[in-house]
């Protein structure tokens, strides 16, 4: 096997079925304070992780400026949903209504940022989606997981885009050493991710029960089966852990601000990724420095290219 690195190429520019439902839910079921407080959480870390090296980072970055959001009543935000014509169904009640409403007025300057980001993560995603036949959409589940942070940490200690933990990551063959944790690389953490779907759907064959599985794991969503006698999700929700109450939720709002962004008057700011990347390979070890003095491409570039060399160094092969 070879190592791979991550190298921009050319110049450094331009970064760049809906159903409602009548469950009788309250917002007194989520704990939407502790969803705020980690999303804010991301946010900062992204921001300590990429100001020393890109000047071009706003000075508003945490200003929040509500004035240019449109608001939109039940009727058209239930619309709307519809004519997202998604595979995986986006429901409209009054708790994804509250996360719609995170997303589009809340924190637009962070939606703002990761859409810029999206542009270089999203092809990633689509492309193991794809390779695996899963809807596209899901693709939106590392705006929730991580704010499109691949060095993200979790208080569970979950890591990367996807956010696995240790155990699930070993599972999917994700490489955790002293040098190298692949639960940060782009390529295979959503190789990962997308097999991860696979089997949860394959399991509960249904795609609101895996994303929460994938948040809470299997066994909490066979427990709330059993002990709800119900097999959707809105069904067994009272019956969730209280994190995973407010995940399908945050994955709706999410992937509704980023479909209608333009609608929502939020313009993505441009961030450090580059436009184009390509890739080598490499069989012994070799310090980023070394990479960046020979193809004179800056340090923190590379660094942020690759996030799985955890102390800047690709080991060698054994």
């Known amino acids: ?47 300590k992780q990429n100001a020393p090296f890109n000047k071009d980072l706003e000075q508003d970055f945490f200003k929040n400026d509500t004035s240019s959001a449109p608001f939109f009543s ?24 509250q996360y719609i409403d995170f997303y589009a007025r809340k924190r637009r300057n962070l939606v703002s940022y990761m859409l810029g980001n999206s542009e270089y993560y999203f092809p990633y995603f689509e492309e193991a989606l794809d390779r695996y036949g899963l809807p596209l ?28 933990i240790l155990p699930t990551g070993k599972l999917y063959k994700l490489n955790v050493t002293s040098f190298i944790d692949e639960r940060m690389d782009v390529i295979k953490a959503s190789d990962a991710a997308a ?24 066994g909490n969503i066979n427990r709330a089966i059993k002990r709800s006698g119900k097999t959707t999700y809105w069904g067994m929700y009272n019956y969730l852990p209280r994190e995973t109450r407010g995940y399908v939720p945050a994955f709706i709002g999410a992937a509704y601000a980023f479909h209608y962004y333009k609608e929502l008057n939020i313009t993505p700011r441009k961030t450090y990724m580059p436009a184009r990347v ?16 020979r193809l004179n491409i800056p340090l923190e570039l590379l660094q942020l290219l690759n996030p799985q060399y955890k102390k800047d160094i690709i080991p060698a092969i054994p």
């Open 1 to 47: 096997m070879r190592r791979i690195i991550i190298l921009m190429i050319l110049i450094f520019s331009a970064w760049l079925l809906p159903a409602q439902t009548d469950t009788n839910i309250t917002s007194a079921d989520i704990d939407f304070k502790e969803f705020e407080s980690f999303t804010d959480s991301l946010l900062h870390l992204w921001y």
């Open 195 to 218: 097999r991860y779907l696979r089997d949860l759907f394959n399991v509960f064959q249904d795609w609101h029960l895996a994303i929460a599985a994938y948040n809470c794991g299997p």
């Open 278 to 293: 390509d890739t080598v390979y490499v069989n012994k070890m070799l310090h980023l420095r070394q990479v960046s003095e």
């Open 74 to 97: 039940d009727e058209v935000l239930l619309t709307q949903l519809n004519r997202m014509n998604t595979y995986i169904e986006m429901t409209y009640n009054n708790i994804t209504k």
């Open 137 to 164: 959409e899901l693709k939106y589940l590392p705006v929730i997981e991580s704010a499109l942070n691949p060095r993200a940490y979790s208080r569970a200690r979950a890591v990367g885009l996807w956010q696995f």
